[in-house]
């Protein structure tokens, strides 16, 4: 549980999502154990008492995301922030901000939902089995806030409602953005010879997703087809750990294989049916997710009724890309039935308040180019709109 708990602190730090030596993270093993000394350790073990939890997180976001939390924290309605994207409808539902750091109040909080945030103070995110619950929490709680923040300030500058605090909060935001990520090497050339050459193809192109900053966390997913077999991350998997997290999915059905693999089989199966590729990469970059959320639409049925995710009729484009709706799995407006035939003309996906997906012909190279042009796009338009 020490490796664990030091693991993930240092994790936080190599994503920049805090700075070194400010994470407090602890969790239970035969006594409650935490990765390093801190004032505030006797009020959180106060929490740790009053929860049904195993870890719990605190700390301080780095900038960019220290001066979008606050602000978006000290401006939300009601004390509750809710971003669009598609992390925290399915896993956060919202973001609840507390004023006061008591522990009863927290206590309250953390019952109901994964994380709180506390204006100018930080970040608070708890998990149920492991630390690694906690660093995806806060991980994804960063995600959202930088998305909406973002997000709003373009609606609101275009509106011309922008406030003279969300313009400065932005400036200072602006200042620690980091530069467009680019890939330094490149990937294992395909074709692909046997599985095991595959399996390495997949966790390097995981992990380069990872280190460009192209996920939300280490969230995302990965296929592969060779021969009749589709090799695909496994849901929940870490994109830069993938070794021993990959299922083989025959795709004649039959395998139960599936049963664990990413919860986007489906689009990737019809993905690779169509013949025209044979990987593909699934990320979560930042301002991709930003315009895919701007629409100047107004009064629309659809968003009226805050069903954009589900199914916007309206053909939109980013980066030159196309945006889609879509939700994880197959029903009637699942990704499997939006993102295929939009890959079939295009480099790439960006599918409203998710993420982007790529394909590459025979090795993950140009996928992840696609994938990390497409962000460079997305990030300039950005700037261009405002």
């Known amino acids: 549980m020490d490796r664990l708990i030091r693991k993930y602190a240092d994790k936080l730090v190599r994503s920049g999502l805090a700075e070194a030596g400010t994470p407090l993270l602890g969790a ?3 006594e409650l154990i935490w990765n390093r000394e801190d004032e505030m350790r006797p009020l959180i073990e106060k929490i740790f008492a009053g929860l049904h939890i195993s870890a719990l997180l605190f700390a301080q976001p ?5 001066t979008v939390v606050d602000f978006l924290a000290r401006t939300a309605p009601s004390g509750v922030l809710r971003p669009e994207d598609t992390e925290t409808r399915t896993f956060l539902h919202d973001l609840p901000v507390v004023t006061t750091f008591e522990a009863e109040k927290l206590i309250q909080v953390l019952k109901k939902r994964k994380c709180a945030i506390l204006p100018g103070r930080g970040i608070i995110a708890c998990g149920t089995v492991s630390p690694e619950q906690a660093f995806v929490t806060f991980s994804s709680a960063c995600f959202a806030c930088f ?8 609606r609101d500058v275009r509106a011309g409602s922008s406030s003279p605090a969300q313009q400065a909060a ?8 980091d530069p467009p990520a680019q890939r330094v090497s490149p990937l294992l050339r395909g074709p692909f010879r046997d599985e095991a050459t595959v399996l390495t193809a997949m966790e390097e192109a995981g992990k380069a997703t990872v280190d460009c900053g192209l996920v939300d966390s ?21 994109l830069d750990e993938l070794q021993g997290c990959i ?6 059905g039959s395998s139960c294989a599936g049963i664990t693999a990413s919860s986007e089989l489906s689009a990737h199966r019809a993905i690779v049916a169509r013949g025209t590729c044979r990987t593909i990469l699934h990320g979560h970059p930042k301002f991709s997710v930003v315009l895919s959320l701007a629409c100047g639409e107004k009064n629309c049925e659809v968003g009226l009724k805050r069903q954009c995710h589900l199914c916007c009729p309206r053909p939109r484009r980013a980066a030159g890309v196309p945006i889609v709706p879509g939700e994880v799995g197959t029903g009637l407006h699942g990704l499997c039935h939006t993102v295929p035939p939009a890959l079939a003309d295009s480099r790439g996906v960006i599918v409203y308040g998710h993420g982007v997906f790529t394909a590459g012909r025979t090795d993950f190279n140009g996928a992840l180019s696609s994938l990390l042009e497409i962000e460079k796009g997305c990030r300039e338009e950005y700037f261009a709109r405002l």
């Open 62 to 66: 780095a900038e960019p995301y220290r």
């Open 247 to 252: 299922d083989p999915v025959p795709l004649d």
């Open 218 to 238: 280490y969230f995302g997913n990965i296929s592969c087809l060779f021969e009749d077999i589709l090799y695909i991350s496994q849901t929940g998997s870490s």
């Open 147 to 154: 998305v909406k923040f973002f997000a709003d300030v373009l």
């Open 28 to 30: 239970w093993d035969v």
């Open 170 to 177: 932005f400036r200072q935001a602006v200042e620690h953005l």
